[in-house]
């Protein structure tokens, strides 16, 4: 009888530790580490608020990959990450797969971002407008002399960070471009690339992610502008307003090729992940999206004290 209870009360010891091993090795809002990915083209933004986010709590770990979109979305259906920072929601298919394999599949709307078009300093046609863009991604615009009001001539190559990428696939679905074999397009294997490329090819247009060049305090930043101009872009060459993909256009809707960042979670619990997001929709991660040139959807609240004598 007594061997009975001893090996029960070992028993229920062992459980009680394992159970102690697994909370200390779950995460939550403020400790831990989890896995997540995010496309290139928000690499300056997604690092600064994982940074931030470690900087306020030191026991908390993101192993962030940046990769192309559909790899990261990819890597979420997997398992291989928690979260994915990208530009589009899960499709029907993607959403039901995720609810079956974690229960859970949420989706927020975290920024607005714009696709800006780059060209070379020396460059004087900085205008354009959505109608001569889509002409060039079905191959009927080949030339800058035929640009309205265009200064040069040559051939127009157009310079993408990843065949994959959200900002090749942005104009692919807006322009329903099913073949590109009629458009001179490379890739440069990163949006930093695409800007050195951009200042080394006059005739080249480049397309980024606008937070890589818009922290105007940033170093990095200051010196990947160098060299470059960002396009000004209007809907048709009918209208004088021609629009820039930096936050005053956003957040009013006149930039045409705006686009939304999504995040979107399989975690279950009330983890790291959630504490990020937390953060990002109701703390100090709203200000730093804007320093970072894109637009909060849940705007960061200042409190303003007046006092009167």
């Known amino acids: 009888m007594r061997k009975a ?39 300056p933004v997604i690092h600064a608020l994982t940074q931030a986010y470690e900087a306020l709590y030191p ?29 589009r929601p899960l499709s029907e298919n993607e959403h039901a ?57 040559g051939v127009i190559d157009l310079i993408f960070d990843d065949a994959n990428s959200s900002n090749l696939l942005y104009f692919k679905n807006r322009f329903q471009i099913g073949d590109f074999s009629r458009v001179r397009i490379s890739v440069a294997g990163s ?30 930043s200051i010196e990947r502008s160098g060299g470059i101009q960002v396009m000004r872009v209007a809907e048709n060459a009918d209208t004088s307003a021609y629009y820039l993909p930096f936050q005053e256009d956003l957040s009013n809707g006149k930039y045409p090729f705006a686009r939304l960042l999504y995040a979107i979670s399989r975690e279950a619990h009330a983890g790291l992940a959630g504490g990020l997001l937390t953060y ?20 960061y609240n200042r409190d303003v004290i007046l006092k009167t004598e």
């Open 5 to 43: 209870v001893l090996q029960m009360v070992l028993a229920g010891c062992c459980l009680w530790m394992g159970s102690c091993r697994s909370g200390e090795e779950a995460d939550n809002p403020t400790r831990g580490t989890v896995k997540i990915a995010a496309d290139e083209a928000f690499q």
């Open 59 to 87: 026991r908390a770990h993101f192993e962030v990959s940046y990769r192309p979109e559909q790899e990261a979305i990819l890597a979420l259906l997997q398992d291989s990450v928690r979260m994915v920072f990208v530009t």
């Open 97 to 153: 797969m995720l609810l079956q394999q974690a229960s859970t599949a949420k989706t927020h709307k975290i920024a607005v971002d714009g696709v800006a078009l780059i060209v070379g300093k020396e460059n004087a046609d900085t205008l354009i407008t959505v109608t001569e863009v889509e002409a060039i991604f079905k191959g009927e615009i080949t030339d800058w002399s035929q640009l309205a009001g265009s200064k040069r001539s």
């Open 191 to 220: 949006n930093e690339k695409v800007i050195r490329e951009v200042q080394n090819r006059p005739g080249s247009i480049g397309f980024i992610g606008m937070n890589w060049i818009s922290d105007a305090k940033e170093t990095g």
């Open 280 to 299: 990002i929709a109701r703390d100090v991660g709203g200000l730093l999206i804007m320093k970072m040139g894109l637009v909060p959807t849940v705007p």
